[in-house]
């Protein structure tokens, strides 16, 4: 099977990337935090605020609370779920965080290079498990990111420097290659994460998908047969030039020649780590060598007009409390209950979630090429049907009217959500080529990026109205395809959001600070 036979499968017949006897081997599953051996610990502050909003802290202890925030280890929960056959119940015990990630598995590690007075410079590793961060790796390393960066981030300015990056096993082991479409999709949750926190922190961010992989994996000290940075992201406390694009190609020798590969040793728990032979393939083909390979992505035109126009109200800027949007936020899935949404909740949801972001994709307004439909039942104030948002003129364009939660009912893979009883189904939306001709294979993976940015977005706006949105990939793509007429834009969906109010589930849930 060939890469781009691979992707299509991946997309459109995830079942075929799965092998028929695939079984997941739970005994010997890695943990879903990467634990370092013998490095310098520098400890992080524990008693974390329980409103972002009255953030007051500078230095260390400012970080402290934004690392937690974005990535920490925030609550655990044990739920009781009755089994399959009917036999019993079985109890499922998790640790939280304040993202999502398919299967609580998550296969995103955060490093940081922190330039701050009372401590080491130089590049750390965030240990979600126990709070703290790592020294991996000591000094200054301003122009060496932004030689990797292609010349377009003066890295001297910054405050910092994010990086995500994937370790490629701890979702394979589950989810076998269709690990890879999770994998892009969990890493752009906690981008979208870190957008929200950083902001509330006064902190000016910038999401680079594009650098030069191999020279970052080195810096890293990554074995990038097993991990991989997906993510680069420069913040500090005022605005800076790094927001402005001027790619140069300068020789690597220039700024690399004292950059040496640093060893480090890490526990996994797993013994038996299988082969991931199409998540390498693909990993290796998606790497930029040189900054001549980066793209920018033209945002999409006007499209087809398929129906009546119906404008939303206009709304101001939705102000909350986003640690206590936080702290609610989960996927309801059987808990949703059947309400009415009034139309001005809709239009609030929508339009915050669409606010454009700062990324290197795009060259002109930041507004992304993504989209978002919707089907809609029991909004107040507008007919049941099927809907685009355009974002530019604020309005839901009408593509069906009807009630179509029988049909997607029908079409989901695992009946774990009632969408009888969900008012709000919405689908992120992109381009059916994965920006292919534009980034190459790298295109599919930033597009995920893009979803799970645009998602986590959505998912907090959702809790802050009073509402919870369950992420979900396991539905028939073609009927949803079908049902918004996708083939005319060329588009195809990218991850369904069923959207409500919801009862709160049955579980014993701890937070774990102080």
Not at 254 to 267: F, G, N, P, Q, R
Not at 493 to 505: A, E, H, N
Request: aromatic share 12%; glycine share 8%; hydrophobic share 35%.
């Amino acid at each position: 099977m060939d890469l781009d036979r691979f992707l299509f499968h991946l997309q459109f017949q995830s079942e075929r990337v799965i092998p028929a006897d695939w079984k997941v081997a739970w005994e010997d599953a890695p943990l879903p935090y990467k634990l370092y051996q013998s490095l310098q610990e520098i400890p992080l502050d524990c008693e974390i605020p329980h409103s972002l909003n009255e953030e007051t802290t500078t230095g260390l202890k400012k970080l402290s609370h934004l690392l937690w925030y974005v990535y920490g280890q925030t609550g655990y929960s044990e739920t009781t779920m009755p089994q399959p056959d009917g036999a019993g119940e079985e109890t499922i015990h998790a640790f939280r965080r304040y993202v999502p990630s398919g299967g609580g598995l998550y296969p995103s590690e955060l490093y940081i290079y922190l330039k701050m007075e009372g401590f080491p410079e130089g590049i750390y590793h965030y240990d979600a498990a126990h709070h703290r961060l790592l020294l991996i790796r000591e000094g200054n390393f301003d122009s060496f990111l932004t030689g990797a960066l292609g010349n377009r981030c003066d890295v001297s300015e910054a405050q910092g420097v994010l990086f995500v990056t994937t370790m490629f096993w701890k979702n394979f082991f589950k989810y076998n290659q269709f690990a890879y479409r999770l994998q892009g999709l969990d890493a752009g949750a906690l981008l979208g994460q870190w957008q929200q926190v950083s902001s509330r922190a006064s902190l000016y961010t910038r999401v680079y998908f594009q650098f030069l992989d191999r020279h970052i994996n080195q810096l890293l000290g990554l074995n990038e047969e097993e991990e991989s940075i997906y993510a680069v992201v420069p913040f500090a406390e005022r605005k800076l030039s790094f927001l402005q694009d001027q790619i140069e190609n300068l020789p690597a020798a220039a700024w690399s020649k004292d950059i040496l590969e640093v060893k480090t040793s890490h526990y996994q728990r797993s013994i038996n780590v299988l082969d991931f032979p199409y998540i390498k393939k693909i990993n290796h083909q998606a790497m930029f060598d040189s900054p001549e390979q980066f793209g920018a992505i033209k945002q999409k035109g006007a499209h087809v007009k398929m129906g009546t126009a119906h404008p939303l109200p206009e709304v101001e800027p939705l102000v909350y409390d986003l640690a206590e949007a936080c702290r609610k936020r989960h996927s309801p899935e059987l808990n949703f209950i059947n309400r009415p949404i009034p139309l001005k909740q809709l239009a609030l949801l929508l339009k915050e979630t669409m606010q454009p972001s700062d990324s290197d994709l795009y060259a002109e307004d930041g507004r992304s090429a993504l989209t978002i439909y919707g089907c809609f039942h029991g909004v107040e104030g507008l007919p049941d049907g099927a809907y685009r948002y355009d974002a530019l003129s604020h309005s839901l364009i009408e593509i069906h009217q009807g009630d179509f939660r029988l049909p997607l009912q029908k079409a989901m893979k695992v009946d774990n959500v009632n969408l009888h009883q969900v008012p709000i189904c919405l689908h992120i939306i992109g381009e059916r080529a994965h920006y292919k001709k534009e980034l190459g294979y790298r295109g599919y993976r930033i597009q995920q990026m893009e979803a799970g940015m645009l998602l986590q977005r959505l998912l907090l706006t959702a809790s802050a109205l009073g509402m919870n949105g369950h992420p979900l990939l396991g539905y028939d793509g073609k009927t949803c395809d079908d049902l918004y007429q996708l083939e005319k834009t060329g588009e195809t969906t990218l991850i369904q959001v069923p959207v409500g109010c919801y009862q709160p589930k049955s579980s014993l849930v701890a937070n774990l600070h102080t």
